[in-house]
């Protein structure tokens, strides 16, 4: 296999990961606001849940699920508790407070799961599958179809659907919204478990990609912003092309010239960014708002 | 917002040129510093051994505190880039004091320089970037020291070394005379940052703080007093950093990460933002709260499956107190510890106040 068809591979797979980060960052973003600095933590819960699932013999498209569909819910729940009492005010207040709530379930992770490496071995298979021409392990294949189903999910849901009218009209102005009688705090908690459930998918893909400490995968939260910020911040679109283009140029600088340059060169990519169009490749511009 | 129609007027009012030295005045103008120094003498003289360790902890901690709780409590300017500032004034401070023509107090003034010229730089980022967009460029700042610490290192695992401090032939070595020193050093940074905050420039930041479109027009310059916040706070955080390269004898890229910056961040708001005392209690917090917990574990000396359980799981135990605190603080109880405790404090007050008059009641009687 050639240098550059690695390259490739690894872009899809990484890339898949880092858009299922993202595009609960977006969905949250959109509807409340919300910078959330928590994705990695809801990553771990997820990671965590998906392996106590194996051990119990559900089988892998199972556990996703019933991982995926415990973060959903505690998501809301987290919501519901702490942040609905502080929706809609000062966005950095809450971004902090999302810092606080990242920290402390990975830490509670930690403690009931113990901070040694996650490793799931035996649920899905190594053979490398030929498809247009490139060779994908079947991890890769999984994540990526994961993303697939979901972006599916959540562009149609969000154009097509009333509960995605809604969180659009939340997301443009609240107070108006809520005056039409939209339940913003409703949208709001669905928000939250959206992204709370992307977050433990994300994680699935993964821990099966690679065996990775509970503070490895938190930090991977953090790499997904460079990608989030290049798509946009409130574009769904966007976050999947963030993605994609981030890993590919943290795949060429691996490839190419250093595997120690993978983080520093998504960060460049997120000054340039910064500076070039903050706004990111399909995002509104007026986000001055935190 | 209090922006007077007159500086000349004001400055004189602020300083309270002409009011009389009231015991209230001489209360709140020297109670401060008195407690200050009791807690400093009880801690030098009262603790030995491993308190006087814990003590230059919290004590280094507090200067970190003090410098985040400077950027993001009075200019409220958000930022993730206090392990940064402190990897920075760690490594530029370490290996100045490694030359022989930089006796002690040179290297600290060195860090100082150094985070203060970075901080400049994401200031003027600030200025074109608020909010989120400030706190990516915080945390682009992060990995790029991370990388450049770590590059920097390269395979010596020992890092860069400082000589011990000595001033006047004095060697302030780990144990009381680093405590004294850092008594000193937290002591003179809090009568600055007093001496500022009381002043104009105090007011400049809690204006810009409120409404920088307000501030401006009020006739704050908002872009110098921005750039001052960072180039102050960062410039302080640094020399946190070279005082911990002190503390734990070298400077190495390993513990300069972002939990880093997540518990200076914890420092400041669950001690209590807009309040030096809240970011004092935040860095006792913070730098006790390990302690404690292990303390705690050793009351189950007898019983050794807890006993193990606490040695293994104690510091992850912290960063879950850490976690829930700081989210708790910032839903519940915005000022922190600092507001709760005002708060126990004027319930105190009347308290008392609702006592007496019953008393007097009763002498009537």
């Known amino acids: 296999m050639s240098e550059f068809e690695n390259v490739i591979t690894n872009t899809l797979s990484i890339g898949a990961i880092y858009a299922l980060i993202g595009v609960g960052f977006v969905v949250m973003y959109r509807a409340t606001r919300v910078v959330s600095f928590a994705q990695g933590g809801f990553m771990v819960v997820g990671a965590f849940l998906f392996r106590a699932m194996v051990e119990l013999g559900l089988g892998l498209y199972l556990s996703t699920v019933v991982a995926a569909a415990l973060l959903f819910v505690g998501g809301a729940v987290v919501f519901r508790i702490t942040f609905a009492r502080i929706l809609g005010e000062e966005p950095f207040v809450v971004a902090i407070a999302t810092i606080g709530l990242g920290t402390f379930i990975v830490a509670v992770s930690e403690l009931i799961w113990g901070p040694n490496p996650i490793v799931v071995r035996g649920v899905i298979g190594t053979k490398p599958v030929s498809v247009l021409g490139l060779s994908l392990t079947p991890v890769s294949l999984y994540a990526i179809a994961m993303t697939a189903i979901i972006f599916a999910v959540l562009i149609v849901g969000l154009r097509r659907t009333s509960v995605g009218l809604k969180m659009r009209a939340v997301a443009d102005v609240p107070s108006l919204a809520a005056l039409k009688g939209v339940d913003v705090s409703g949208i709001s908690m669905l928000a939250w478990a959206i992204a709370a459930g992307t977050a433990a998918i994300a994680g699935v893909a ?6 990775a400490h509970p503070s490895g995968i938190n930090s991977l939260g953090l790499l997904a912003f460079p990608a989030i910020l290049l798509g946009g911040f409130d574009s769904i679109v ?7 283009l981030v890993a590919f140029v943290q795949n060429l600088a691996i490839f190419y010239v250093g595997s120690q340059y993978q983080d520093v060169i998504a960060y460049a990519v997120l000054l340039l960014v910064l500076f070039v169009r903050p706004q990111g490749l399909f995002g509104q511009a007026d986000l001055e708002r935190l | 917002m209090n ?16 009011r009389p030295w009231t015991p209230r005045r001489l209360w709140s103008l020297l109670g401060g510093p008195a407690l200050f ?5 009880f801690v030098i003289y009262g603790q030995s051994g491993y308190g006087l360790y814990q003590a230059s902890i919290v004590l280094v901690y ?17 930022s993730l880039g206090a392990a940064a500032f402190m990897a920075i004034g760690a490594f530029v401070g370490a290996r100045t004091a490694q030359q022989s023509w930089a006796p002690f107090p040179l290297p600290l003034l060195a860090a100082a320089l150094a985070g203060g010229l970075v901080g400049i730089v994401i200031g003027l980022s600030s200025l074109r970037f608020r909010g989120l967009y400030l706190a990516l460029s915080t945390l ?21 070394v400082p000589p011990i401090p000595k001033l006047f032939g004095y060697e302030f070595s780990e144990g009381r005379p680093f405590v004294i020193l850092m008594v000193v050093i937290v002591g003179l940074l809090l009568l600055l940052l007093r001496g500022m905050y009381s002043r104009a420039p105090g007011r400049a930041w809690a204006a810009l703080r409120q409404s920088e479109v307000a501030s401006a027009v009020s006739g704050v310059d908002v872009m110098r007093w921005k750039l001052a916040a960072f180039a102050g706070s960062s410039a302080v955080i640094a020399v946190g950093g070279c005082l911990f390269a002190y503390l734990t004898g070298s400077a190495t890229y390993q513990p300069y990460t972002i939990y880093l910056t997540v518990s200076v961040l914890v420092m400041v708001f669950v001690g209590g933002t807009g309040s030096m005392v809240g970011a004092l209690l935040g860095a006792v917090l913070v730098g006790l709260l390990p302690y404690w917990i292990q303390d705690i574990g050793n009351e189950f000396a007898d019983n050794p499956s807890v006993y193990a359980w606490f040695s293994v799981h104690g510091a992850t135990l912290a960063i879950a107190v850490y976690g829930l605190a700081l989210l708790l603080v910032l839903v519940f109880e915005r000022e922190g510890l600092y507001g709760l405790l005002r708060r126990l404090w004027l319930l105190l007050l009347r308290g008392i106040a609702f006592a007496r008059p019953q008393r007097s009641e009763g002498d009537a009687a």
């Open chain 1, 238 to 244: 966007g976050a999947l092309v963030g993605a994609l």
């Open chain 2, 140 to 160: 682009a700042l992060q990995f790029f020291v991370q990388f450049a610490a770590l590059e920097y290192q390269g395979g010596n695992q020992g890092g860069v």
């Open chain 1, 206 to 211: 993964y821990i099966l990609s690679t065996q």
């Open chain 2, 37 to 41: 120094v009791v807690v400093a003498l």
């Open chain 2, 62 to 78: 507090c200067v970190v505190a003090l410098g985040q709780e400077w950027l993001t409590g009075r200019a409220g300017q958000i």
């Open chain 2, 3 to 18: 922006l007077p129609a007159s500086p000349a007027v004001s400055r004189r009012a602020a300083r309270g040129r002409g």
